[in-house]
């Protein structure tokens, strides 16, 4: 997964993990407990390790400005 960031110019590279979190979080509206159950059944890891990760994730693209927050 290659992500750019349009007002930086910036271009970051995810791993497969990264790329199912995100592809999660877009099929569930960026709802993080479906996200986190459906990357836990695909990768076949404990949820509540995944849900940590997602709000990991959440936060670092939050960082990058790579994500936002909108009502």
Known sequence: M???AERSG???Q???TARAMWCALQTHAGD???AAQSVATEFD???SQVR???ETFVGRL???SLLEVTA
């Open 14 to 16: 995810g791993s497969s």
């Open 32 to 34: 993080l407990s479906p």
């Open 10 to 12: 910036q271009y970051y």
């Open 52 to 54: 940590a990760d997602l």
């Open 45 to 47: 890891v404990p949820v």
């Open 2 to 4: 290659i992500v750019l």
């Open 62 to 64: 939050l960082e990058l």
